[in-house]
């Protein structure tokens, strides 16, 4: 990877990996006979095809070492005895962290016998595959996780041991970035400047603005892909900003539900390529693009983050807006290169993934920016291209019983209301006017007419098409 910001993430699994797992064969011939003692009888090669028990995972995990414990012919031999499905999803875990060419040439002939399929070693054309059959559920699948992932991060294992009852995704999605809890550093209540202050932002530079309660915040990209997360009070309010630069989303969570404050982070794993964040009580894992948590103690408990909008636009446009606006400053704490463009400069600049999903839907291409809407207590969900609506300034419609109002300036900025009863037919950016002639000012609050008549703002943030469809695969789109 020649990006910079990938390349570190890289090198640093890569060293990080290299320490874990090279003194790792004592404790896995341990393991191993550990597990097989504590079998009551001898053990049937074919007998635990619904779960992925002690011995199986102390035999995978033991192939994870430099020295190579496969060489021992018992150990290989009791590897294609008990291979079986419930030896799919963990040995594609572990593919790619397999030092030994025979050995990974050994698991890919199992592989291959055990589903008929032959991908060679693109992983990623394995997962889909995998991903489109009937999920597995077996028994144990957590315990590997826990165990697997412990060795990267201590922290890692609380993710998912006993978790297997407490999920509401497929576990074999959660995959690992390439980095430790918060490993991608999320802002805590970062220090803003004032407009005039922020000398080192230009007028075309992207910045995501958000307004609560009249309190006006920019966080420009250069910075925020850095981190991916800030956490902060605004207007009065506890929120998230969480950006998953793969899938290309930044959603403001209002982070208090129900009188419980949920203090997330950055998890390391990730979830049909977008983000999965945690909360530090718990230790959940929480959808991002959802805002609720799919493994772990807070899952089936109807918990689901409320959403604010974010205006992706320029520095100049948003600061002629908003004078008052406070933004982020240079001064984070850490030591990253914030000019324009740096962070993840060659992934965006292709439309190729790094994560891919089970799906590919070629409507639009998979980096193309959609405007994303869903609304609670409304049914389904809407994907609207965002040069549609470049080229169609005000586009209305309907989601359920809930209509909306989308305006778009001359950045290309939208933001989204509920008109009522009312229909906009122009706007130009500061002020709208209905066809009978009234006019409304516009703010990121709400339209507001010369009689005092006001259309509140409705929920909404951008994302990569791939993303946002692999979250919502039934969802509309409109091109």
Known sequence: MKNSILLTTALAAGALLSIVFVNA??????????????????????????????????????????SAAFGDPEIRNQISARFDATWVAPTLEVFNFVYDPTIRKHLLNELRHETGQDFGTNMNDWFRWMWNEPALNSPGYDAFKAEFYERIDPRFGKYFRDRGETSTIRLDEVRWGGVRQDGIPPLRNPKMLKALDADYLDDEDVVFGIEVNGDFRAYPKRILAWHE?????????????????????????DTTLNGTDYDLGTSGFLLRSNKLMYDQATQS????????????????????????SVVTTTWGKWKSL????????????????YDEGVAYHDYFATDDLMFNTPFQDSRLANKQEVLA???????????IDTDYLNNNP?????????????????????RVYDPGTVEIVTSDGRVAADKNGGTWKISEARLTAEDG??????????????????????????K
């Open 25 to 66: 064969n004592a404790q896995t011939n341990t393991a191993i006979s550990a597990a097989t003692a504590s079998a009551a009888a001898p053990v049937n090669p074919v007998s635990n095809a619904a779960s992925f028990d002690a011995l199986d995972r102390a035999l995978l995990l033991a192939l994870l070492d430099r």
């Open 229 to 253: 997360m800030f956490t902060d009070t605004v207007g009065g309010v506890d929120v998230a900003g969480v950006y998953c630069t793969l899938c290309g989303t930044v959603i403001l969570y």
């Open 285 to 308: 894992l929480w959808n991002t693009i959802k805002g609720e948590p799919v493994v772990g103690p807070l899952t089936g408990k109807d918990i689901a983050l409320n959403h604010r």
């Open 322 to 337: 908003h004078p008052q606006t406070q933004v982020l400053s240079l001064k984070t704490g850490h030591r990253r290169n």
């Open 373 to 383: 809407l869903r609304f609670k207590g409304q049914p389904g969900s809407i994907a």
């Open 394 to 414: 005000v586009y209305a419609g309907t989601l359920g019983t809930q209509r909306f109002v989308i305006l778009t300036d001359e950045t290309g900025a939208n």
């Open 453 to 478: 008549r006001e259309l509140k703002r409705l929920p909404y943030h951008r994302a990569f098409w791939f993303g946002w469809q692999a979250a919502y695969p039934n969802t509309t789109l409109v």
